[in-house]
């Protein structure tokens, strides 16, 4: 058995940070590492920058306890885990920068008998890149792709695979894919994530690791597009396709997503666009999946415009005369994080073709992002519902699910979510 006193998270995100409160709630020191200072200084108050379920307590205990203790610079630890964000750049290539920038960091303070993983979303093969940087930095160390399971440095890839919404409950519940670049890297990962893990820590090698991290995401949006596409030609036929897929559900083995305004967040978005950049001429239905989703949005946009026209003839007035109203700004419901939002997308393109009034109504927001705050009023349901000609439904929160379709007098309802219009 391995013992790991300490653990050095870089990256202190929507995953490292709960991942090093874990850490330290299994009793180990824990050093999180963040190039931001504001954020190491708000969690070294035992406060955290983002918003999830149980994290601020979780933090303030680990940091109240002297377990978690956050900086901008790097120390020697048993275990590093880098949890970056490795976002796409231009034609979807994705941007491994930061995970060099880490390698950079950490490769001064690594010691024989140190493990290294990587969590961060990443295309087949960054593991081996990452041993190949922290290699030409620390040639007196030997890595397990030359040296198999004597190496000096261990390595892994360990996916990530939490909701967010749901970080603190799957963290410590969820399986994990641990794949190694030798055996030995494999096994001693496992000693470390069975720490706090109580899922299953499932053992393989880090090409499929990677894969498999993108593979769930990906089979994740092919099953959205699904819905989506259905929704577009049940449109076009004059269907309802929300009955549609509550009849065709029905069948045992057929089990339909929901459609909805388009996919949005930072994964389920980027990560197919990891493996259509690797096998570019054999991803057909993964990169065609994804084209369906990032049109949903200007489906509903169109949506939205023929109302108004529609909306324009039947008053006989200026389409300045007409308040429009969207329902949801976050990703998807019941959160507060409008990162890559389709709804955000969708009101803002909105915002900047109507001459009316556009407002919005986002429960669990107090103020609205820079692109819509000097264009789009944003006011609570309520007022919505009593100012506006046109309903745009674009999220289906809990607080517009409550009300019932009676209750909506409006004749113009864009309903992306199927809330109302069944
Ligand atoms: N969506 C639909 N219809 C559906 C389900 C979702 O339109 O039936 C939309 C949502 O509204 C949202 C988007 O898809 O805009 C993504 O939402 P999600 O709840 O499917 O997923 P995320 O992005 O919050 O989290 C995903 C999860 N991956 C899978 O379920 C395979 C999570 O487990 C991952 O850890 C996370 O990506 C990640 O970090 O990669």
Redesign the pocket.
């Known amino acids: 058995m391995t013992t790991f006193n300490t653990i050095s998270v870089i990256g202190l995100g ?2 490292g940070l709960p991942t090093a409160t874990a850490f330290a709630s299994a009793g180990c020191r824990v050093l999180g590492v963040d190039i931001n200072a504001e954020t190491v200084h708000t969690i070294n108050q035992g406060k955290i920058h983002i918003i999830e379920l149980d994290l601020e307590q979780a933090v303030q205990q680990a940091v109240a306890k002297g377990l978690l203790f956050a900086s901008v610079s790097v120390q020697p630890a048993d275990a590093f885990l880098i949890a970056v964000p490795t976002p796409f750049q231009h034609h979807y290539q994705p941007d491994l920068s930061y995970i060099e920038a880490a390698a950079q960091a950490i490769a001064p303070h690594l010691q024989a008998g140190n493990l290294v993983i990587l969590e961060s ?1 990443s295309p087949v093969g960054t593991t081996e890149k990452l041993e190949q940087w922290l290699k030409q930095r620390r040639p007196d160390l030997t890595f397990p792709t030359e040296m198999g399971n004597a190496s000096d440095i261990r390595m892994a890839y360990c ?7 749901k970080v603190m409950i ?1 963290l410590f519940q ?1 399986d994990r894919v641990i794949g190694g670049l030798s055996e030995k890297c494999a096994q001693q990962a496992v000693e470390l994530y069975q720490l706090f893990v109580k899922g299953e820590c499932i053992q393989t090698h880090a090409r499929t690791a990677e894969m498999c ?1 993108l593979t ?2 990906s ?3 092919v ?2 597009a699904f ?2 596409e259905l929704s577009m030609i049940c449109d076009k036929l004059q269907i309802s396709v929300w009955e549609l897929i509550a009849l065709a559900n029905r069948h045992p083995r057929v089990n339909i ?13 980027v ?1 197919p666009w990891f493996i259509v950049s690797q096998a570019p001429e054999q991803a057909r239905l993964i990169r065609t999946a994804r084209e369906v ?1 990032d049109s949903k949005p200007h489906w509903v946009i169109d949506k939205v415009k023929t109302a108004l026209a529609d909306c324009v003839t039947v008053k006989n007035c200026a389409p300045n005369q007409v308040n429009i109203a969207c329902l949801g700004l976050a ?3 019941d ?1 507060d994080d409008l990162r890559e ?2 709804a955000v997308e969708i009101t803002q393109h909105i915002a900047n073709w109507h001459a009316g009034k556009v407002l919005a109504v986002e429960p669990n927001i107090s103020a609205l992002p820079a692109q819509l705050a000097d264009k789009v009023e944003l006011v609570s349901f309520e007022q919505a519902l009593k100012q506006a000609d046109i309903l745009v439904l674009l ?1 289906d929160h809990q607080s517009f699910k409550a009300v019932s379709a009676e209750v909506i007098s409006q004749h113009w309802l864009v309903d992306s979510r199927g809330v109302w219009i069944k």
């Open positions: 929507y995953i979303t996916p990530e695979r939490v909701l967010p919404g799957e969820n991290k769930e995401n089979f994740r949006d099953n959205i819905a989506n997503l929901q459609p909805g305004a388009g996919v949005g967040g930072h994964c389920i978005a990560d989703n990703f998807k419901p959160i939002s389709p999220v």
